[in-house]
T-cell receptor, first 113, second 113 residues
Framework: GAGVSQSPSNKVTEKGKDVELRCDPI?????LYWYRQSLGQGLEFLIY????????KSGLPSDRFSAERTGGSVSTLTIQRTQQEDSAVYLCASGQGSNQPQHFGDGTRLSIL | QKEVEQNSGPLSVPEGAIASLNCTYS??????FFWYRQYSGKSPELIMF????GDKEDGRFTAQLNKASQYVSLLIRDSQPSDSATYLC?????????????FGAGTILRVKS
């Protein structure tokens, strides 16, 4: 497909488990961003990749959160020892460059029981 | 003061009318401005972006930017019931790398037929 692809679309897991969320950006887009949107909260930035490097990780809420990007393409966001407050929709966006419009995927709805 | 402020609404307009959505931002260093539409349960969809002072038109949508007043707006002409959604104003954060987006909380628009 031509858009940003995220998987899984929904994830339900127990508190304390680790989860991995995947993002496949639009082909050719060098910039990749992770955001999250909690119920009743706005969209908040988590991390930015340019190529495989992450020059801005300022939005990661704790050291339980990490992300990587390989081959300048697919990115994985990992949350270790999940907590209930991690429940949110995790959105990935990509862009042609750092100041270009960002296009969002459909998101992963994460629910921590 | 929030970095990006929007009236939460709901803004109700009759079908065929002009809907006017407003947004103010606090950081004078912001350079790029975006409007996203978000239907309930869906991810944000980019509808307009603007970089320079003045107006930018695309079909029924017009984005207006006034950097001196730190104000950006979106006009929707000939509003349709399908325009009913939450509209998110987003501004690039000038600090750090990658121009991450800072979002307002969104304005709910309801178009009544």
């Amino acid at each position: 497909g031509a858009g940003v692809s995220q998987s899984p679309s929904n994830k339900v897991t127990e508190k304390g488990k680790d989860v991995e969320l995947r993002c496949d950006p639009i082909s050719g887009h060098t910039a990749l961003y992770w955001y999250r949107q909690s119920l009743g909260q706005g969209l908040e930035f988590l991390i930015y990749f340019q190529g495989n490097s992450a020059p801005d990780k300022s939005g990661l809420p704790s050291d339980r959160f990490s992300a990587e990007r390989t081959g300048g393409s697919v990115s994985t966001l990992t949350i270790q020892r999940t907590q209930q407050e991690d429940s949110a929709v995790y959105l990935c966006a990509s862009g042609q460059g750092s100041n270009q419009p960002q296009h969002f995927g459909d998101g992963t709805r994460l629910s921590i029981l | 003061q929030k970095e990006v402020e929007q009236n939460s609404g709901p803004l109700s307009v009759p079908e065929g009318a002009i809907a006017s959505l407003n947004c103010t931002y606090s950081d004078r260093g912001s350079q790029s401005f975006f409007w996203y539409r978000q239907y309930s349960g869906k991810s944000p969809e980019l509808i307009m972006f603007i970089y320079s002072n003045g107006d930018k038109e695309d079909g029924r949508f017009t984005a207006q930017l006034n950097k001196a007043s730190q104000y950006v707006s979106l006009l929707i002409r000939d509003s349709q019931p399908s325009d009913s959604a939450t509209y998110l104003c987003a501004v690039t954060h000038p600090g750090g790398y990658g121009n991450k987006l800072v979002f307002g909380a969104g304005t709910i628009l309801r178009v009544k037929s």
